[in-house]
C-alpha cells in the first residue's frame, strides 16, 4: 500500500541479471515492469532507477550452467524494460556484468545497442524527457537527467558506469556544480558503492578508479545539493542503509538494495 505520507515515488531495480539469464525467469523481470506500469498512478511513480548488472553476460556466445547467450539475454532485459517506453522514464546503470565477456575483463559493452535515450519518449531529450546529457555522446552509461516532481522538488540523478575512471568523476563533478543544479536534489545512481554492512567498499579492480569511499570523498560528499546515493551489486541480506553529512552540513542518505 502507498505511504499516506509520500506524495511520489521512484523505483529502485535491484542487479536483474538472474531474470535475463535463464530462460525460464525472463517473465518474472516481466511482471516487474508490468507492475510498476499498472501501478505508476497508485504510488505515482516518477522514474525507475535500474541499478545495473541488467544481464550475467555481457558478451558471450556459448550459453552454459543454463545461461542464454548474452545477445538473448540484452534481448530479454531490453523487452522487459521496453513495457515501460511511453509509461514510465528509466534511467540504466552499467554494472560489472554489463562489461567484458563474463564480469567486466574489459570496458566493452552492449548496453547502449540494447537501450538507447530514442526508445522511451519520457527519456529522450528531442522528445522532451528527462536526460539532459552524457558524458560521451551516445553513451548512456554515464549521463544525467533532471525533472520535476510533483510537489515541485526539483531532482538530478547522475548516473555512473561500474568503478568510475578518473575521467567520469572530474566529469560528474562539472555537472553536479553547474549553476542551474544548484536548488536541485541530487541523487547518485551507480552499481556499487555501499556494502550491506552499511560501509563503503574501498578497493576497485583497477588501481585509480573509485570504489564506494572514493566516490563518496571525490564527489558526492563536496556538493551541497546532493541527498541520497542508490545501488546494488553486493549480497548479504540484500540492504544497507548510512547517512553522512558532506562538507556542506547537508545530510546524504546512502542506500544499498540487491533483491535480485
Do not use: C
Not at 23 to 38: F, K, Y
Not at 67 to 77: E, G, L, R
Not at 212 to 239: A, K, Y
Amino acid at each position: 500500500t502507498p505511504s499516506p505520507d509520500a506524495v511520489w515515488s521512484m523505483v529502485l531495480l535491484p542487479d536483474t541479471q538472474n531474470y535475463a539469464k535463464a530462460s525460464g525467469e525472463r517473465g518474472v523481470l516481466t511482471n516487474v515492469t508490468e507492475w510498476i506500469r499498472d501501478n505508476k498512478d497508485a504510488w505515482n511513480i516518477q522514474v525507475v532507477l535500474h541499478e545495473g548488472d541488467i544481464v550475467n553476460n555481457n558478451n558471450t556466445t556459448t550459453p552454459s550452467s543454463g545461461n542464454q547467450n548474452s545477445t538473448q539475454q540484452w534481448q530479454n532485459a531490453q523487452a522487459s524494460m521496453h513495457v515501460l517506453n511511453g509509461h514510465v522514464p528509466y534511467i540504466m546503470a552499467a554494472g560489472n556484468h554489463d562489461y567484458g565477456f563474463l564480469n567486466a575483463e574489459n570496458r566493452d559493452t552492449q548496453i547502449n545497442t540494447y537501450f538507447k535515450p530514442s526508445d522511451n519518449p519520457l527519456v529522450d531529450p528531442a522528445q522532451g524527457g528527462i536526460m539532459k546529457g552524457m558524458m560521451v555522446p551516445g553513451e548512456i552509461q554515464n549521463a544525467y537527467y533532471s525533472f520535476t516532481g510533483p510537489d515541485g522538488r526539483k531532482m538530478l540523478v547522475l548516473s555512473l558506469e561500474w568503478e568510475p575512471r578518473p575521467a567520469t568523476v572530474a566529469w560528474a563533478n562539472e555537472v553536479a556544480a553547474l549553476p542551474e543544479f544548484a536548488d536541485h536534489t541530487a541523487v547518485l545512481l551507480t552499481h556499487a558503492y555501499l556494502r550491506e554492512d552499511n560501509t563503503r567498499y574501498t578497493s576497485p579492480r583497477v588501481p585509480g578508479d573509485a570504489a564506494g569511499l572514493h566516490l563518496w570523498s571525490g564527489l558526492v560528499r563536496l556538493h551541497e545539493n546532493f541527498e541520497m546515493v542508490v545501488n546494488g551489486h553486493f549480497g548479504g541480506d540484500g540492504q544497507g542503509y548510512w547517512p553522512s553529512a558532506g562538507v556542506h552540513g547537508n545530510t546524504v542518505h546512502q542506500l544499498f538494495f540487491n533483491t535480485q
